[in-house]
């Protein structure tokens, strides 16, 4: 097992993150070269399975939100970060033992790392989400009984907030009209936790999936295989995701997209390049639903991401595009996503689908 | 000098803050039931001047912050207060020695005297307006270079939230879409001060002044005198009020109001009953400006109140209603409010008005 985030593998975990993100969390890649800077200044990063946390340790989120597409223009610094936390730390009256990331899939897998090598803590292997969402209550900690508050967010001027609520999506609905006034993209740290809690609250074991998913899509040495069959043999050899299917090939033929009140809403019609049937795709920040010729293959929480046919390179829903080449591939979600309780705060309905969640092995089984 | 609020005095203070609130503040009235159950329950608060707080006394604001048209329906608690105030000591790590009111004009005299009760804590005899004022920059203390944050907010669910930033118009902005978002009416702690810093930053006997001159309007035993004459007596005996005048009397024969952004600005003109002459007074929800036949007469920072003919009772803006018989009083700002520097935060300008300041006797001795 990985033990340690490197200058030489911190691609790997930006490509896996990139894929988990299922459309959404925003680019890693610029997340990427703030891991790089912070890498060589302060050295590698320890990985720890929440196994090894002590009991009573203070595990801290390090995480960024706003919009996406903001933090392409402005980008983040650890030292932003470190007011977040700071703030945090200050209120609770605790320092940090370790660092965790609130969402694996997207750019919030990347902050953590070089928050970590700033502070010179162990980053714990495991997030919130196992995936993407885009919401703060989405968590498999919210579902544990883990509060999401206290939480901070933090600007690049010295502004910064706290926020007081047992409720995380009062904490959401507090955090979004801040969020927008404080420039749109802000660093935060909430769901602070102690070991115990880490342990019985998050989805393990994260990181090195998506280290291990990032290093097969990249490993071009087998020339036998495509990146797209070693992505999707990376994710059947994985405890979560195993139940991985690429579920359609074919060429963009229609993309509808709204951008309002924060969310990327929309549609993707994909094509059969040879032969017959279509593929449609529904997004909200991530994609949400996947039908083939209007049969149900893929639905939220398990994972649907749109890739490169050439690269197996996830493309985010800000960058679909009429006449790419894609290949869509679905996967099962980590389990503490499907529970009962966790489908009524991440599940179909969550989104407004009209769907209900049945796992993507029962969809497939049907064909 | 009166040195306790009770039973007895309690509508005295109402009556002169609704005066003080020049036309905004929201309605005191309501505070007025609240500030009657805590003074029976609590008995009377003690009244101080700055000079007799200690210099390392903590002193915290008790206000409320939000839109008065929504705090009429829903009721502030001093059980709300209480989380504001509580999640400031508890991040400061002090205790509260005593209570201070951010704005002495309108319902924000009130809350304070209610939680000081509760407390047992004494009042201070001061706030940081001398009148009322829509913003969280406009306060002397913020002119005095007292920092706004730390500040806090609560709602009645438990839900609450503590800012920090260097910049008191950015708290401002922070804090109004949270307020929105929160219910439109919270509870709020901000500029937590030392006795020394209480000393050199507040407006001083402004509690002491609203209740002589509320005793004043409310003193019916002189048969001799209207109410109006001994609410400008009252004013002309004041240190910071005297240059008080009575600059209108007549009929509203037109009002326009636009409610937008938080806001209710508008415009009132009034007719004189007998003979010649129109006035004009222009407000964003306190009175800003006022015209008589087109001629400069008073302009904020000063004071200007439109007041019931009869019983010589504050009317706000957002009760100004065609064919009422008014006058209009205008009289002198406290000095701390017409510095250079604070001409800055509360002056014409600020209010996006084309005058500059004049104080209210030279433009009267002018006619």
């Not at 590698?44 to 960024?64: C, M, Q, T």
């Not at 994972?303 to 679909?320: F, M, S």
């Not at 679905?330 to 489908?343: F, I, Q, R, V």
Request: overall charge negative; glycine content about 10%; proline content about 4%.
């Amino acid at each position: 097992m990985t033990t340690e985030i490197t200058l030489d593998n911190i691609e790997d975990l930006a490509i896996g993150s990139a894929f988990l993100g299922t459309g959404g969390g925003g680019d890693p890649y610029l997340g990427m070269l703030l891991c790089r800077e912070a890498l060589t200044k302060y050295g590698p990063v320890k990985l720890v399975s929440v196994d090894d946390l002590a009991d009573a340790d203070n595990v801290f989120v390090a995480a960024a939100i706003g919009a996406p597409t903001v933090m392409i223009e402005k980008l983040f610094s650890v030292e932003d970060q470190h007011y977040a936390v700071n703030l945090l730390e200050q209120y609770l009256g605790r320092s940090a033992n370790a660092i965790i990331s609130a969402e694996i899939g997207g750019c919030n897998s990347m902050m953590p790392v070089a928050y970590a090598a700033m502070r010179g803590l162990p980053l714990v292997d495991g997030d919130g989400m196992g995936r993407a969402f885009p919401e703060l209550q989405m968590t498999a900690m919210a579902v544990n009984g883990i509060s999401v508050a206290p939480m901070t967010l933090a600007d690049e001027h010295g502004n910064s907030l706290l926020i007081q609520t047992k409720d995380a999506k009062k904490a959401e609905r507090l955090a979004r009209p801040v969020v927008a006034e404080m420039g749109a993209s802000l660093c935060m740290s909430c769901y602070p936790m102690t070991g115990t809690e880490a342990r019985t609250g998050v989805v393990r074991d994260t990181i090195s999936a998506a280290l291990s998913i990032g290093k097969a899509v990249r490993n071009s040495g087998d020339n036998a295989s495509s990146a797209i069959e070693r992505l999707v043999g990376a994710l059947q050899g994985h405890n979560y995701y195993r139940d991985a299917y690429r579920l359609f090939d074919g060429k963009i033929t229609e993309i509808e997209r709204n951008t309002s009140k924060g969310w990327v809403t929309g549609r993707c019609m994909i094509s059969a390049l040879f032969g017959q049937g279509e593929a449609e795709l529904i997004f909200r920040n991530e994609n949400l639903v996947m039908y083939v010729d209007g049969q149900l293959r893929c639905v939220v929480p398990d994972l649907i991401t749109v890739v490169d046919q050439e690269t197996g390179h996830a493309i985010p829903t800000e960058r679909l595009a009429y006449g790419q080449r894609v290949a869509v591939i679905g996967c099962s979600a980590p389990p503490p996503l499907k529970t009962e309780a966790a489908l009524k705060v991440m599940g179909p309905q969550e989104f407004g689908l009209g769907e209900t969640y049945v796992p993507i092995r029962q969809l497939m089984e049907k064909h």
